[in-house]
Nanobody, 118 residues
């Protein structure tokens, strides 16, 4: 069973930075896609950033230029560096890992709260 554990959330003032980390129980190279989603109060979960195993990193327009996704294949971690945070970034952030073979399966972490004060 795959486990994803997020860390690094917290409270920060607008304009500040936070770094989230997602630690996988297995090799992140085994996943076809990994990334981050977020869910703000009263809203649906939305995609933030991801990378495919053999492709570029993609970002949602709302975070492009402010957030940076990185991976460490030795530590099996996927980090999300978040800069120039604003109150609209307040949400629970979830790490996601997905495989398509032999059948589509998506794994989720428990989430970490990010709160940006104005």
């Amino acid at each position: 069973q795959v486990q994803l554990v997020e860390s690094g959330g917290g409270l920060v003032q607008a304009g500040g930075s936070l770094r989230l980390s997602c630690a996988a129980s297995g090799s992140i190279s085994s996943f076809d896609r990994m990334g981050w989603y977020r869910q703000a109060p009263g809203k649906q979960r939305e995609w933030v950033a991801w990378f495919f195993s053999s492709g570029p990193i993609n970002y949602a327009d709302s975070v492009k230029g402010r957030f940076a996704l990185s991976r460490d294949n030795v530590k099996n971690t996927v980090d999300l560096q978040m800069n120039r945070l604003n109150p609209e970034d307040t949400a629970v952030y979830y790490c996601s890992a997905k495989k398509w073979v032999p059948a589509p399966l998506e794994y989720w972490g428990q989430g970490t709260q990010v709160t940006v004060s104005s």
